[in-house]
């Protein structure tokens, strides 16, 4: 980049705080140009700790700061307003997930800022490092192209993005029709946002399974609650295609006449042992072949970290007129249309079909 791009941030709470934090450390890529928030002591607070200027509302932030791109992260009703200001004004939009919080939320929204093509979603989970390799096998076409996914990792719309961006289907074009139920079920939770719990008595956890059909192919939703902080319930990632499989870190295929072989994802970590350059992310690799690059090795970033930077920079990119942008508002919508005809299939118990959309 010539120059750092003006970067403001909406907003002050906990996502916030990794948009702030990330852009002070890419001081070459991002000025941290102004932040507002709805509290004035938020915005005294946050602009203090993040070394910017606050400004009492989004248009004075605007005026003022002149951002070339907006980071939009605020609570799910407030988004999609403080959303349609910041693109009404001309810059790009780096909206947190999701972009609405119901279906007619996001009609409104397409409708009043789609056609800018400026607006992007900060939807991270396929940018994380093993899941970008997973990705990148796909599509290699390494397993054929792929007929179905299983998704256990993550919750809605995250696990919504996998499942159509692991099966190659990131258009919006045909009808996805959604089966669901919720199991009820019980664990210990050991973990939760704020930390270790000290608690060794039994919660209720129940699970959600559900069927995603979608233009031939069709992805699996298995998502139990807390499953993002129990360490007690594994992730898992199967990806099966017309020529083999991708099992978690294990790559199942075809490799030539009467040849099936096994090749897994190897992840090499800095700082083991007698590695002395300090513990960090390097790459991810396959059979000896780098598919994914740590572009932000020396920052000792952990995953999120990594791939929010990632978004960040796919945005500053956008801003520029130098790439498509991360992760486009047409395909965050569909994703969490898709999220809340799994809810909604959950309260029905009857199949739910999301039909075209006006972002389709």
């Known amino acids: 980049m010539p120059a750092p791009v003006r970067l403001a941030i909406v907003g002050s709470g906990w996502r916030a705080q990794f948009f702030a934090r990330l852009a002070r450390a890419l001081p070459e890529s991002f000025e941290l140009a102004g932040m507002t928030s709805r509290r004035p002591e938020s915005v005294e607070r946050a602009a203090t700790a993040w070394g910017t200027r606050g400004y009492a509302t989004v248009a004075d932030l605007l005026a003022a700061a002149s951002p070339q791109v907006t980071i939009v992260s605020t609570p799910w009703p407030v988004t999609p307003v403080a959303t349609a200001e910041v693109a009404r004004a ?11 919080p119901d279906l007619a939320g996001l009609h409104a929204l397409w409708a009043e800022v789609g056609a800018t093509g400026r607006v992007h979603v900060a939807e991270q989970y396929l940018a994380l490092p093993m899941h970008a390799a997973r990705l990148t096998v796909v599509e290699r076409g390494l397993v054929g192209e792929p007929q179905s996914v299983h998704v256990s990792s993550t919750h809605g719309y995250h696990a919504v993005s996998m499942i159509r961006g692991l099966l190659g289907a990131a258009d919006e074009h045909s009808p996805v029709t959604v089966r669901a139920h919720r199991f009820a079920g019980r664990i210990v939770q ?10 060794p008595s039994v919660h209720d956890a129940g699970t959600v399974l ?12 298995d998502f139990t609650d807390n499953q993002w902080h129990n360490q007690l319930r594994s992730r898992r990632i199967l990806v099966r295609g017309m ?18 072989t096994t090749t897994t994802l190897r992840r090499r970590q ?12 390097d790459h991810v690799s396959l059979g000896g072949e780098v598919l994914w ?3 932000f090795v020396g920052k000792r970033w952990m995953d999120e970290e990594i791939a929010i930077a990632t978004l960040m920079l796919g945005a500053a990119d956008l801003a520029l007129d130098d790439g498509p942008g991360p992760y486009p508002l047409a395909r965050a919508c569909h994703d ?17 079909t999301v039909d075209r959309q006006p972002w389709s």
Do not use: C, F, K
């Open 243 to 260: 020529h083999g499989e991708i099992s978690n870190d294990d790559v199942l295929r075809l490799s030539g006449p009467r040849q099936v």
């Open 90 to 100: 001309g810059g790009v939009v780096l909206a947190e997930t999701p972009p609405a």
């Open 336 to 352: 969490h249309a898709i999220s809340l005809a799994i809810d909604e299939a959950v309260a029905s118990d009857r199949p739910v």
């Open 293 to 295: 690059s740590n572009p």
């Open 210 to 221: 559900a069927t995603l059909e979608l233009d031939g192919r069709h992805g699996l939703y």
């Open 270 to 281: 800095l700082g083991y042992d007698l590695d002395l350059d300090g513990y960090d992310t």
């Open 190 to 199: 050991p973990l939760s946002r704020e930390g270790w719990t000290d608690d």
